[in-house]
């Protein structure tokens, strides 16, 4: 599917949405980070939701997934609370900072964005630069 670039009719349920956002939220909460793509192909094209409210709705699933990992990495001691808030302050600025310039710059150059950032950490990934 293409990230859509307006509203069209959903393609899918509510519920098959929902279906399809289970193993991926068992994915996130397994391994951590890298979802953020087929979750937005997941409501863009599923849904029908425009790309900035489908990372709009991706970064608050994966504040959930994420604070849920916390919690259990806390219960077990091995949460590194020198690293996390650093990590966290970050998170928070970047993402009010985002917010800002993805409705300053639109949908078309925030998807931009976000298909070369991804090419490129994934090229890091795979190329182990």
Same mark, same amino acid.
């Given at each position: 599917p293409t990230v859509a670039r307006s509203h069209p009719?959903?393609?899918l349920t509510r519920s098959a949405v929902a279906a399809a956002a289970l193993p991926l939220g068992f994915y996130e909460g397994?391994?951590?980070s890298g979802n953020s793509i087929a979750v937005t192909i997941l409501l863009t094209g599923g849904r029908g939701f425009e790309f900035l *409210?489908?990372?709009g709705h991706y970064y608050l699933m994966g504040s959930v997934w994420c604070g849920a990992a916390a919690a259990s990495y806390w219960a077990r001691g091995v949460l590194d609370f020198s690293l996390t808030f650093p990590a966290l302050a970050g998170a928070v600025s970047g993402g009010y900072l985002g917010s800002r310039l993805g409705? *300053?710059?639109g949908g078309p150059a925030v998807r931009g964005i976000f298909v070369g950032a991804g090419l490129i950490l994934?090229?890091?990934l795979l190329l182990g630069w």
């Open positions: 009719e959903p393609r397994l391994l951590g *409210r489908a990372l409705n *300053r710059l994934g090229g890091k």
